[in-house]
C-alpha cells in the first residue's frame, strides 16, 4: 500500500540555520504531497502542498519540490526561527476528493536562539 | 479553507465510560475524516464519514467501540466507548476541500482516561 517515510528527528538547530527535512514516497498512481505542521499544544496545519510532479510547493519560507523520478517532497528553509519549533508531518493522498491522508512518522523541529 | 471546531478541547475521564466528541465546520462538506493520534506518533485514520450513509472504518477500528453520526453536511460526532488508557490520543476532525486533495484539521481533543 501506500507509504510515507520521513527522517527521524529531533532535528536542532540554531536560529538562522538551513533546514532539511527528507521524505520520500511509496504510491500507485500520482499523489498529492503534503506538508503539515503541529505546533506545541495545536492542531494540525497545512503548511503546502503539490499536486503533480515538478510542482513546487511554498509557504512561510518553506518550500518543497514535487521530485517523481527520486519519489521525495523535501522540506526546506533558509533561515529558521525559534518560532518554526514544532513537529513537521509529510503526507500524501490519492488526488480524488474524500481520499484520506497517509502520514509519515513526523519530524520534531527545535530552533534554539 | 474552512473553520473547524471541535468539543470537547481535551478531558480526563474513567476507565468503561464512553465520550462523544463534536466537530462543526463552517461551511457544506461532503466528506469528514476522524484521525486518531496516540501519544508521540503520528496520525491514524479511524473512518471516513460521509453525510447520509455509514461510516467506513478503518482496519482496527470498529463501529461498536466508535461510532460515528454525521446528521447534516456541518456536523459530526465520534463516540469513543467503554474506554481504557490505552484510548488516550488526540482525536481530531478533518474535511477535504480544494482539488488537490488537501484536508483542513480541527484543533484535536485530548482524551486522557484514566
Known amino acids: 500500500g501506500d507509504s510515507v517515510t520521513q527522517m527521524e528527528g529531533p532535528v536542532t538547530l540554531s536560529e538562522e540555520a538551513f533546514l532539511t527535512i527528507n521524505c520520500t514516497y511509496t504510491?500507485?498512481?500520482?499523489?498529492?504531497l503534503f506538508w503539515y505542521v503541529q505546533y506545541p499544544g495545536e492542531g494540525l496545519q497545512l503548511l503546502l502542498k503539490?499536486?503533480?510532479?515538478?510542482d513546487k510547493g511554498s509557504n512561510k519560507g518553506f518550500e518543497a519540490t514535487y521530485r517523481k523520478e527520486t519519489t521525495s517532497f523535501h522540506l526546506e528553509k533558509g533561515s529558521v526561527q525559534v518560532s518554526d519549533s514544532a513537529v513537521y508531518f509529510c503526507?500524501?493522498?490519492?488526488?480524488?476528493?474524500?481520499?484520506?491522508?497517509?502520514f509519515g512518522k513526523g519530524t520534531t523541529l527545535s530552533v534554539s536562539s | 479553507s474552512a473553520v473547524i471546531s471541535q468539543k470537547p478541547s481535551r478531558d480526563i475521564c474513567q476507565r468503561g465510560t464512553s465520550l462523544t466528541i463534536q466537530c462543526q465546520v463552517d461551511?457544506?462538506?461532503?466528506?469528514m475524516f476522524w484521525y486518531r493520534q496516540q501519544p508521540g506518533q503520528s496520525l491514524t485514520l479511524i473512518a471516513t464519514a460521509n453525510q447520509g450513509s455509514e461510516a467506513t472504518y478503518e482496519s482496527g477500528f470498529v463501529i461498536d467501540k466508535f461510532p460515528i453520526s454525521r446528521p447534516n453536511l456541518t456536523f459530526s460526532t465520534l463516540t469513543v466507548s467503554n474506554m481504557s488508557p490505552e484510548d488516550s490520543s488526540i482525536y481530531l476532525c478533518?474535511?477535504?476541500?480544494?482539488?488537490?486533495?488537501?484536508?483542513?484539521f480541527g484543533p484535536g481533543t485530548r482524551l486522557t482516561v484514566t
Open positions: 461551511s457544506q462538506v461532503t466528506m
Open positions: 478533518s474535511v477535504g476541500l480544494g482539488q488537490g486533495g488537501e484536508q483542513y
Open positions: 503526507a500524501l493522498t490519492a488526488r480524488q476528493a474524500g481520499t484520506a491522508l497517509i
Open positions: 504510491a500507485t498512481g500520482y499523489p498529492s
Open positions: 503539490a499536486t503533480k510532479a515538478d
